[in-house]
Nanobody, 113 residues
Framework: QVQLVESGGGLVQPGGSLRLSCAAS????????MHWVRQGPGKGLEWVSQ????????YYTDSVQGRFTISRDNAKNTVHLQMDSLKPEDTALYYC??????WGQGTQVTVSS
């Protein structure tokens, strides 16, 4: 049974940082690209970042480039999203996605003073 469990969300002030984590199980983690996708209040899904199977290639949507960093640990079946210089517009439910097939339940990030 495939499971993706996100953690690390919360309430943070503008300019602050959070580190999201996603623990994966039930599939061959190292064989799939991993993604973070978010959905802001009243908005559609927005792809945020992705990382290749070995962790050498990373991509970001323009609005988070330079502020967010995606990483993975294939030995621990985990993927992370380090989010720095957070802005109110980063407020969203953040989903961990494996191979664009498997989705976690999401973790809420709220950026507000």
């Amino acid at each position: 049974q495939v499971q993706l469990v996100e953690s690390g969300g919360g309430l943070v002030q503008p300019g602050g940082s959070l580190r999201l984590s996603c623990a994966a199980s039930g599939f061959t983690f190292g064989s799939l690209w991993m993604h973070w996708v978010r959905q802001g209040p009243g908005k559609g899904l927005e792809w945020v970042s992705q990382i290749n199977t070995g962790g050498e290639e990373t991509y970001y949507t323009d609005s988070v480039q330079g502020r967010f960093t995606i990483s993975r640990d294939n030995a621990k079946n985990t993927v992370h999203l380090q989010m720095d210089s957070l802005k109110p517009e980063d407020t969203a439910l953040y989903y961990c996605v494996a191979g664009l097939h498997y989705w976690g339940q999401g973790t809420q990030v709220t950026v507000s003073s």
